[in-house]
């Protein structure tokens, strides 16, 4: 019984520590390429697509236009040039992104 306790609340413990760690950002999705200035015509989305199927990176452009990489390049496409809320750890200057949603 004492052993199982224990092991419950290092595991209570742990995942505590993860869930506090995790952070937001709110910003556009924008490429490596670009960053917060697009230079093509027909949008940010388009240009951001455009860059990105280029070999450009999705990034995470603030309102400060501070740019952070992003780790997944899957789940920002649908959010290409569109506000959003990204959640995740930050690694230097790549969120480890959590989760993305359409920002509020």
Known sequence: M??????????LL???????????W???????MCG????MAGGAKKCTLECVDAGG?????DAS???????????PRPFAGEKVKVTGT???GTIEVSSIEAAK
């Open 2 to 11: 004492t052993k199982k306790f224990w092991m419950l609340v290092v595991t």
């Open 14 to 24: 742990v995942s505590g520590c993860m869930a506090m760690a995790a952070e937001s």
């Open 26 to 32: 709110t910003g556009t999705v924008s490429d490596s």
């Open 36 to 39: 917060a200035k697009h230079m």
């Open 57 to 61: 990176k999705f990034v995470l452009v």
């Open 65 to 75: 236009g501070k740019v952070y990489g992003l780790s997944d390049q899957k789940k």
């Open 90 to 92: 930050l690694k230097g």
